[in-house]
């Protein structure tokens, strides 16, 4: 049984750290429960903050993950504004970097995140030059998608993953001119290879943006601090009056490195590696969200993976982890995303190079569908794109990791629930 007069600490105050604590205060822990943030905004959830939110439809107080009274009312200890510079795994405390606080804790979360990725090319240090991780930078970036759309702007986007395109399309529709800078072939050509990359590629192109593949940022070209420009390897200049960096983010790791915790590697997403409780290296203290590299049996490697889904389940099984409870954490992957009039959520986990085909069942070219990545017969991931209500099927197929009938599999007219 829990004590009492223990004291669990979450260093972290985004969906993961929030859910965690409010995972110990249901499950009936009466320690004290101490939840930091480096943020000043109380903890919230970033999907908004690409879609909703910047779009003007969402209102700010929406992305919050619980009202500011939830915290005090459930006894919850949150320090906003605060960073953590140390962990002391001996004395077991860790240390506010502000005023060199001490905080011992029994049981520690690490809930620190990620954070986007710097371009390293001259420029970057101009006034018109954006990240999108924060609501900071989605608030400062709402206000920009409209000065644009006004003045008939340029924005140039660095990246056509998921935060790329997202921005696109929030972009378009307050009426700014868009070009995408992107060094693969495709959009999202790791996630999901040249098949469905060029579905979002036709997609955005329909809608005005313009693409650049297999060219690279060299340089943002600016006077007076503004932005006049953008430079690519190909000796190519882009008209722009902003540029926003969306070529991944990185996760939050320096204070697991210093206490000398364990960490994955490049070819496993970084992170930090915990156990499939999400327990790290050292028995008291976890690892959830997008700062943690945890393994699937069901995948058979380690996976990092930076979707809210992750982060929205992944901060309760730490915390039940914590509490001592079997919480084996092996969710399949899940995200979701909305561009222009194309909804879509994917299930599963299928990098390129790891599946021999894709199966389609509808039609890609009304954008109505449901994509399949088949390994031997077997369903690694599927999306489904403007069909719903197909998440749980999709998700069974594929965890029962067994091989399917590949032309059933295609037929609209053959149940999912009949292939599981």
């Not at 660095?158 to 921005?167: F, K, Q």
């Not at 028995?283 to 930076?306: K, M, N, Q, S």
């Not at 990098?351 to 954008?367: C, H, L, M, T």
Request: aromatic share 8%.
């Amino acid at each position: 049984m829990v004590d009492a007069d223990q004291t669990f600490v979450i260093v972290g105050g985004g969906l993961a750290g929030a859910k965690a604590a409010e995972t110990l205060r249901a499950e009936g822990f009466s320690g004290r429960v101490i939840l930091i943030c480096d943020e000043r905004d109380h903890p919230y959830e970033r999907p908004p903050l690409s879609k909703g939110y910047l779009l003007g439809k969402a209102e700010r107080d929406s992305v919050f993950v619980h009202e500011p009274a939830w915290y005090a009312q459930h006894d919850i200890e949150l320090h906003l504004g605060q960073t953590v510079d140390r962990i002391d795994r001996a004395a077991k405390t860790v240390r506010f970097g502000d005023d060199g606080t001490l905080v011992r804790y029994d049981k520690l979360l690490l809930a620190t995140g990620a954070e986007p990725r710097r371009l390293d090319i001259p420029g970057t240090d101009l006034a018109g030059v954006h990240h999108l991780r924060r609501l900071a930078h989605a608030e400062r970036l709402k206000g920009v998608l409209a000065a644009l759309g006004r003045d008939n702007g340029h924005l140039v986007i660095a990246g056509a993953g998921w935060i790329g395109l997202e921005v696109a399309a929030a972009a378009r529709t307050y009426g700014a001119e868009v070009t995408v800078i992107e060094h693969g072939q495709t959009p999202l050509h790791s996630v999901l290879g040249p098949e469905l990359g060029s579905v979002f590629a036709r997609l955005h192109e329909e809608h005005g943006v313009r693409f650049r593949f297999g060219v690279r940022l060299t340089e943002i070209v600016g006077q007076d601090g503004m932005v006049l420009a953008a430079r690519t390897d190909d000796g190519e200049e882009h008209p722009a009056h902003d540029v926003l960096a969306a070529i991944g983010a990185a996760p939050r790791v320096g204070l697991a490195e210093a206490a000398g915790l364990d960490l994955a590697d490049r070819a496993h997403g970084g992170g930090i590696v915990v156990d499939e409780r999400l327990r790290t290296s050292d028995p008291d203290i976890y690892a959830a969200g997008d700062v943690a590299a945890f393994p699937h049996a069901l995948f058979g490697t380690r996976l990092r993976v930076e979707h809210w889904a992750n982060a929205l389940n992944g901060g309760p099984a730490a915390a039940r982890s914590m509490l001592g409870q079997d919480a084996v954490y092996d969710r399949v992957p899940y995200f979701f995303t909305d561009q222009y009039d194309l909804g879509m959520e994917y299930s599963g986990w299928a990098p390129a190079g790891s599946y021999d085909q894709v199966v389609i069942r509808g039609d890609a070219g009304k954008r109505e569908f449901i994509a399949f990545w088949v390994k031997e017969g077997r369903v690694l991931a599927g999306m489904n794109v403007n069909v719903w209500d197909v998440t749980e099927p999709i998700q069974r197929l594929i965890r029962s990791a067994v091989p399917v009938d590949l032309d059933a599999l295609a037929d609209p007219h053959v149940p999912l629930e009949s292939l599981a």
